[in-house]
């Protein structure tokens, strides 16, 4: 059994959704789909299934369980919480994957990640991945997190480069999004702090 992670920003909660949360998962892309449309690959209407979307998250923990992968979701903090649980589980509004973890002479993962449209401009995007880069360079002793980005995508290039990642080039028709091949910014941020004791 493992402990599921609750982290705390200023103004939100980090988790794992579970597979009964899955309507949750459902409504954060159905609501915002138009908004992420540019920036995502083209869905079958199949893929936000319930039955499909529950067994996604069954996946998710158990990569979690085996330090594969990191699935965070963000809620908003209840500030008219006064004891027990103390964020908004009504709505997701941001979401953070840190994928493709893989140990040994790399340590090292892919991040991708989301938010609703409303909440875009607020600075959230970035309390959230800080805490989750944190997290990984912590928890799992990461050495480097990778994250690519259109290179139309001027808002995620500035948020990356302001968490501290740098850019190290570009790679030709590396996703296909939106239903295109398209050119991807690859950046990178290094964990200064890794210890090889801790791997």
């Known amino acids: 059994m493992f402990t599921i992670p609750r982290i705390k ?37 199949e893929y936000f299934n319930p ?7 069954l996946e998710s923990n158990e990569l979690f369980a085996v330090g594969g992968a990191v699935h965070f979701v963000a809620f908003a903090l209840d500030e008219h919480a006064c004891s027990g649980s103390d964020e908004n589980r009504s709505e997701i509004i941001a979401v953070c994957n ?17 938010i609703a449209g409303e909440h875009q401009g607020k600075g959230l995007m970035k309390e959230i991945l800080t805490a989750g880069i944190g997290y990984m360079f912590t928890e799992l002793n990461l050495h480097r997190i990778m994250a690519n980005y259109i290179p139309t995508n001027t808002r995620s290039g500035q948020l990356l480069s302001s968490l501290g990642f740098e ?33």
């Open 9 to 45: 920003t200023k103004r939100t909660m980090l988790t794992i959704l579970q597979y009964y949360e899955y309507q949750l998962l459902i409504d954060y892309y159905q609501k915002n789909s138009a908004h992420l449309a540019p920036w995502e690959p083209q869905r079958e209407p």
């Open 51 to 57: 039955t499909q979307v529950k067994r996604r998250l």
């Open 98 to 114: 840190f994928t493709n973890v893989i140990k040994g002479s790399f340590q090292a993962c892919n991040l991708g990640y989301s």
């Open 167 to 199: 850019e190290e080039g570009l790679a030709k028709s590396y996703l296909k999004i939106a239903g295109q091949w398209r050119d991807h910014c690859l950046t990178s941020k290094i964990n200064h702090e890794y210890s090889d004791s801790g791997g």
